[in-house]
């Protein structure tokens, strides 16, 4: 009769460990984003232009030169070329440079925002520092005055440079974030709940402590009126918490019974020890007294609402399931319960322990008892539960083995 115990600490710590791993996941991932954006950051992209002055709308990055009004300087044109590269995308730049096809004769006569120079045919061009790095919607004018001997279109312009995009700028940045966020939250709440929950259990157990000890208390009060019933309030409550078991009652409801098995015959407080104690028979007028102690107990205990159904154990289990049984009378499952669950741990304890007026009862003796009266005195169902503990050997319960089994 093992008692399966579920600790919600373990199921905290599987929780935990599970988040801990989504937050590995989420780095992992926030890593290897960043790795990724590395690489690419550090690749090298050219794009040509063909056209000076229309806008190419369809690139993100472009350069647009615009030559000014040539002038004459003896035999050379001169004129000054401005140039501006536009960044209409959505991350920045940077280490930057462009190159211009140009005719062969040309001289550089002056320039700004960086740095100049021709090699054969073509003219290339460094920004100065301030200009290195182009923000994204940024954009970056530079130019150069020069002469040549015929006029330079700057129609085929070469550009060269590096993304530098940022991490925030990938929604999947975004999606980690948040999927981390709400990890670190849940294991926070998490442990939070869980110190708490510690907190409540302690002070669970303490209050659980109170009552099963006072509830055992009053359970040696009533056992303690007659040395022969010592022990049975215990008894019958072990009993019928054993048939909830096999019955598949909850934990809850199994210590539900445990506690009204230890309360049923509070009623005997009020009848006379002289009349408990008896080893004789009894007289119609003691037995009637005698009779009237479920009646008694539910009175005592008719303000004793927390454990749902401890008045039906009391009053209804001497009951009987054909009817014939005190004080009302019911029969069948008109008996609460409880009443017919007590009434078969009682009288199977009753059988096989020692009284007053006699020794205990054969094992053979009680095994046919329980069959017999199954039906008229016993619920079967439930008898047929306590048959099945006593042949299993968990009934009955001996003194040394009353503290492995009490709640
Ligand atoms: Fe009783």
């Not at 600790?7 to 984003?33: H, Q």
């Not at 509070?266 to 104690?277: D, E, M, R």
Request: aromatic share 12%; charged share 25%.
């Amino acid at each position: 009769m093992n008692q399966k115990k579920k600790t919600i600490n373990a199921r905290s710590y599987y929780v935990l460990v599970m988040l801990a791993a989504f937050l590995i996941a989420f780095l992992a991932g926030m890593w290897a984003l960043n790795s990724s954006i590395k690489e690419s950051n550090s690749r090298v992209l050219s794009i040509s232009f063909d056209r000076t002055i229309d806008d190419p709308k369809s690139e993100e990055i472009y350069v647009i030169a615009s030559p000014g009004r040539y002038w004459k300087n003896g035999e050379l044109k001169g004129n000054q070329y401005s140039l501006t590269l536009y960044n209409k995308s959505a991350h920045a730049i940077t280490d930057w440079n462009v190159s211009v096809q140009i005719p062969q004769g040309c001289s550089l006569e002056s320039s700004w925002n960086g740095f100049w120079a021709i090699g054969g045919d073509m003219l290339y061009y460094k920004p100065a520092d301030f200009h290195l790095n182009v923000e994204a919607g940024e954009q970056k004018s530079f130019g150069v005055v020069m002469y040549s001997h015929e006029d330079v279109p700057m129609n085929n312009i070469f550009l060269s440079y590096r993304e530098n995009k940022k991490i925030t700028t990938y929604p999947v940045f975004w999606v980690l974030l948040v999927g981390a966020f709400l990890d670190v939250f849940l294991v926070v709440t998490l442990i939070i709940s869980n110190i708490q929950f510690k907190r409540y259990t302690k002070t669970h157990a303490a209050y659980k402590d109170l009552v099963r000890e006072s509830l055992r208390t009053m359970a040696n009060i009533i056992d303690t009126k007659d040395e022969y019933t010592k022990g049975h309030s215990l008894r019958v409550a072990i009993y019928s918490r054993m048939i909830a078991e096999k019955m598949g009652m909850s934990d809850y409801d199994q210590e539900r019974i445990y506690y009204i098995g230890l309360l049923h015959d509070i009623g005997k407080v009020g009848i006379p020890v002289s009349i408990l104690t008896k080893p004789g028979h009894l007289t119609d007028e003691e037995f009637a007294i005698i009779k009237r102690h479920p009646i008694l107990g539910s009175s005592i205990m008719k303000d004793f609402t927390s454990i749902p159904g401890a008045l039906n154990g009391i009053l209804y289990h001497h009951e009987r399931y054909d009817g014939k049984g005190y004080n009302s009378g019911l029969k069948g499952e008109e008996i609460p319960f409880e009443g017919r669950l007590i009434c078969v741990a009682d009288s199977y304890d009753a059988m096989s322990s020692k009284r007053c007026y006699r020794n205990t009862l054969s094992y053979e003796f009680i095994m046919d008892e329980l069959k017999r009266n199954s039906g008229t005195q016993f619920d079967p169902e439930i008898s047929k539960y306590m048959i099945e503990l006593i042949e299993e050997g968990y009934a009955p319960v001996s003194d040394a083995e009353m503290e492995d089994y009490e709640i």
